[in-house]
């Protein structure tokens, strides 16, 4: 009847974080474009602090048309990432040391990417959350939403096709 | 198209501060069709393993190139914002190599403008991506 205790929450976030860390601080164009993830268990959401290097219309302003495509393209592919790394990770197969001094798993491949503009970026934060509709051995379907002030009024959504690295 | 036309074109993409961070510059412009290409550099890349720049760059030229097509359209009546926008990433652009986009503007109605766009890396037969895209359209009447 004798369960294994539990382990220490601290172990648990240390090991989550720093796996979350390693996937998205690896990629350069992540860093250019100020892109941060916030973790809640193996929910991610993806941040775009505000910068005027983002505005593609300073008349009104509004965000450009390709940030926000970056923004959203790069929230799903860190997503298709996490929930590989997660299972690789959640099964004990990988600990936090190994995660840190491991090359970091190869990332999936953009096969098309579509952004629907629903309202013009506002010169603010964005948010997005991406969710994956099916993830086989080889392809994904990722639909990625995202949103400034209100959690309900989307400014652009998208989806996309991925192609899984090969193990 | 004249040169004044010409510089109009230039300053314009300089003064969009993203395209500006990122290097694009106007090659061409003019009649519904635009070519705008952008350097190769480190801060783009989104695969550190092989050096291949993020699809995400590639979107952002896409997206200027396209919008610089619907501006340049004779009916054009000013500024356009994208409706959507789907791209299709034939291959990896060859690390290193500057990037280049054309764009065509096919079609227009009075309020929206249907465009086509193809990506290359220095090898100009072989795309790396292809898009097609609604954009927002302020058509002015012929003789109007």
């Given at each position: 009847m004798n369960r294994p205790a539990p382990e220490p929450v601290q172990v648990v976030k240390v090991r989550r974080d720093v796996a979350l860390d390693a996937l998205v601080s690896g990629v350069p164009w992540i860093t250019f474009m100020g892109i941060r993830f916030e973790r809640r268990g193996d929910e991610l959401t993806a941040i775009l602090p505000y910068a005027e290097?983002?505005?593609?219309?300073?008349m009104l302003p509004a965000l450009h048309g390709g940030a926000i495509a970056a923004f959203l393209e790069v929230t799903a592919v860190i997503e298709l990432a996490w929930a590989r790394l997660w299972d690789e990770m959640e099964s004990g197969r990988l600990d936090a040391q190994t995660i840190r001094n491991a090359a970091l798993p190869k990332m999936p491949k953009t096969i098309d990417f579509t952004v629907d503009y629903l309202r013009s970026g506002l010169p603010r934060d964005a948010y997005a959350r991406a969710r994956i509709n099916r993830s086989g051995r080889r392809y994904a379907s990722v639909h990625v939403e995202g949103w400034q002030d209100?959690?309900?009024?989307?400014?652009a959504q998208a989806t996309g096709h991925f192609l899984m690295p090969a193990d | 198209m004249p040169p004044n036309k010409t510089e109009i074109a230039r300053q314009f993409i300089e003064a969009i501060p993203y395209s500006k961070t990122l290097g694009m510059v106007m090659d061409e412009v003019g009649d519904g069709r635009a070519v705008i290409s952008m350097p190769y550099d480190m801060?783009?890349?989104?695969d550190p393993q092989t050096g291949v720049i993020h699809g995400g760059a590639v979107s952002a030229l896409m997206d200027t190139c396209g919008g610089a097509a619907v501006m340049c359209?004779?009916?054009?009546?000013g500024g356009t914002a994208t409706i959507d926008l789907r791209i299709d990433y034939m291959r990896a652009a060859r690390p290193g190599d500057r990037i280049r986009a054309e764009a065509t503007c096919y079609h227009v109605t009075r309020s929206v403008a249907f465009v086509r766009a193809q990506a290359f890396d220095e090898?100009?037969?072989?795309?790396v991506a292809a898009a097609t895209g609604a954009f927002t359209f302020d058509r002015v009447e012929a003789g109007s």
């Open positions: 290097q983002h505005i593609g219309n300073p209100n959690r309900d009024r989307m400014f | 801060h783009m890349v989104g359209h004779p009916l054009s009546g090898d100009p037969h072989d795309p």
